[in-house]
């Protein structure tokens, strides 16, 4: 068995904030399960031993052990950010997007649809290209459409 590249050494105090962490239990699933990884591993357990004690996988307590080693306790119990794509609508898109869908649909229509919507902020050049998906979403984040 290989040398271990990641050996996590808790000092007391880290040992005594993460098991009072865990009793807490006002702390999200994957944090806890984090901080249990690296009680187990400062006991010198293996990542296999760990894995199926926790019922988690291999990579997730070697990537635990690697934070805590590189960064520090906080890095390892922390997701990290994670960047998304850019909202399609700025506050402006918003703006046409709640007038359009105020307004009187396009002569032969009842109302608009979220594809007519979607059709007509790429026509008025307000975004480039935008799905009925995104459209819904921001309506409805914005209490216009009701599920």
Excluded: C
Aim: aromatic content about 4%; proline content about 3%.
């Amino acid at each position: 068995m290989p040398n271990k590249i990641y050996i996590v050494d808790l000092t007391e105090e880290e040992r005594t904030y993460l098991l009072d962490f865990i009793k807490s239990g006002k702390h999200s699933a994957r944090k806890l399960n984090r901080a249990q990884i690296l009680l187990h591993a400062d006991e010198e357990k293996s990542d296999r031993e760990i894995a199926a004690a926790l019922h988690t996988g291999v990579a997730t307590v070697q990537r635990t052990r690697k934070r805590f080693v590189e960064g520090n306790l906080a890095g390892a119990l922390n997701e990290r950010r994670r960047p998304g794509q850019q909202k399609k609508l700025d506050e402006k898109g918003e703006a046409v997007l709640e007038t359009l869908a105020h307004s009187q649909p396009p002569e032969g229509r009842n109302r608009w649809t979220l594809q007519l919507l979607a059709d007509r902020l790429v026509e008025l050049k307000v975004v480039e290209s935008i799905s009925h998906e995104t459209v819904r979403q921001e309506l409805k984040k914005n209490a216009f459409v009701s599920e």
